[in-house]
């Protein structure tokens, strides 16, 4: 059974360039959240993914956008890089059904250098 | 205010010692809270979540006050693999949770 799978694992991109960063869900997962970790911080929440809508979003610019495919997998995009868009990007996923215990299972994320 | 605050640490603790660590919210209707371990460079995962009455799992305590908007944890005999950050989570009515920036521990021999 395989966990939630990220890549890439580290990139490494220059101010202004764009970037896509691709995650799939634990088997049986059908949500999709994705978290920026800056060194020293806690995950902070970008927005969430269910039926290939974004269903919740926290406090980030447009630049951050998302997709759902049908098979649940999702992608981050992020335009316009900033220095400060350097971080750990971290994909959660969770079932919505009646087996949601509200865990949430974490990829090894992709590191992500702007510089 | 912070929606979820810890205090970032470290902890530095010799082995067998008992750590506590405390964490705040401030959304009173929060309805779910859990503590995460997150190793350096590895990504967070779930430690225990954390009930009314309180509860524990082998070594590990945790402990919800709602009156007071805080939860904790008590590690007993603390173990050098216990070394890692400990992440506060409350998810509120929104169902996002919310993480807190995280409690260093450092369990030294």
């Known amino acids: 059974d395989a966990g939630v799978t990220q890549s890439p694992t580290h990139l490494i991109k220059t101010r202004g360039q764009q970037v896509t960063l691709r995650c799939s869900p634990k088997?049986?997962?059908?949500?999709v959240s994705w978290y920026q970790q800056a060194l020293g911080q806690g995950p902070q929440f970008i927005f969430q993914?269910?039926?290939?809508?974004?269903?919740q979003r926290g406090n980030f610019p447009d630049r951050f956008s998302g997709h759902q495919f049908p098979n649940y997998s999702s992608e981050l995009n992020v335009n316009a890089l900033l220095l400060g868009d350097s971080a750990l990007y971290l994909c959660?996923?969770?079932?919505?059904?009646?087996?949601?215990?509200?865990?949430?299972?974490f990829g090894e994320g992709s590191r992500l250098t702007v510089l | 205010r912070k929606e979820v605050e810890q205090d970032p640490g470290p902890f530095n603790v010799p082995e067998g010692a008992t750590v506590a660590f405390n964490c705040t919210y401030s959304?009173?209707?929060?309805?779910?809270f859990f503590w995460y371990r997150q190793d350096c460079r590895k990504e967070p995962k779930l430690l225990m979540s954390?009930?009314?009455s309180g509860n524990e799992d082998g070594r590990f305590t945790a402990q919800l006050n709602r009156a007071s908007q805080y939860i904790s944890l008590l590690i007993r005999d603390s173990k050098l693999s216990d070394s890692a950050t400990y992440l506060c989570?409350?998810?509120?009515?929104?169902?996002?949770?919310?993480f807190g920036r995280g409690t260093s521990l450092i369990v030294h021999p």
């Open positions: 959660a996923s969770s079932s919505s059904g009646e087996a949601n215990t509200g865990e949430l299972f």
């Open positions: 088997s049986g997962h059908d949500t």
């Open positions: 993914y269910y039926e290939e809508e974004e269903r």
């Open positions: 959304n009173s209707a929060s309805q779910s």
């Open positions: 954390v009930y009314s």
């Open positions: 989570v409350v998810r509120g009515g929104s169902y996002i949770p919310t």
